[in-house]
């Protein structure tokens, strides 16, 4: 609880009745979430004079200036979508996306170990296993 005196102090210092500043106070953008740092792929740097954004562990500065995750081994057919993993295009399964699904192209297959067993069925196809067959008909006349 505040004395007498100190209240009396308060009052009679213009100091302590401004409600504003003659500059603006020091903030820690990064703790109070005034900051435009990406969850995730970056980390808020508080600074004197604002903050600035650093990628996190496990991703780098792109040349458009975006953090990307870094995969240490190659997304052959697939794009790496967080540090050390790899997102496959359609058709393709194996930490770096180079096993091709035994489903004729028209399907996602379970995984590595089942790359005949074929769980998205595209193009207009159906079945677990797909096989398209060609028959070829020669027709000899005369
Ligand atoms: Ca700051």
Redesign the pocket.
């Known amino acids: 609880m505040r004395k007498q005196q100190d209240l009396d102090l308060e009052v009679n210092d213009p100091a302590q009745l401004a409600w504003n500043f003659a500059r603006c106070p020091?903030?820690?953008?990064?703790i109070n979430d005034h900051h435009s740092c990406l969850s995730g792929s970056e980390n808020c740097i508080?600074?004197?004079?604002?903050?600035r954004c650093e990628c996190s562990p496990g991703f780098v500065r792109g040349v458009e200036g975006a953090c990307k995750p870094v995969c240490e081994r190659p997304c052959v057919h697939g794009t790496c979508v967080r540090p050390g993993e790899c997102a496959c295009g359609f058709g393709f399964t194996g930490p770096e996306c180079d096993l091709v699904c035994l489903c004729n192209g028209n399907s996602n297959c379970q995984g590595p170990q089942f790359l005949d067993i074929c769980i998205q069925c595209q193009n207009h196809t159906t079945g677990e296993i797909i096989i398209i067959i060609i028959i070829t008909i020669t027709i000899y006349t005369g």
Request: aromatic share 10%; charged share 25%; hydrophobic share 20%.
């Open positions: 020091l903030e820690n953008e990064c508080d600074t004197i004079q604002g903050y």
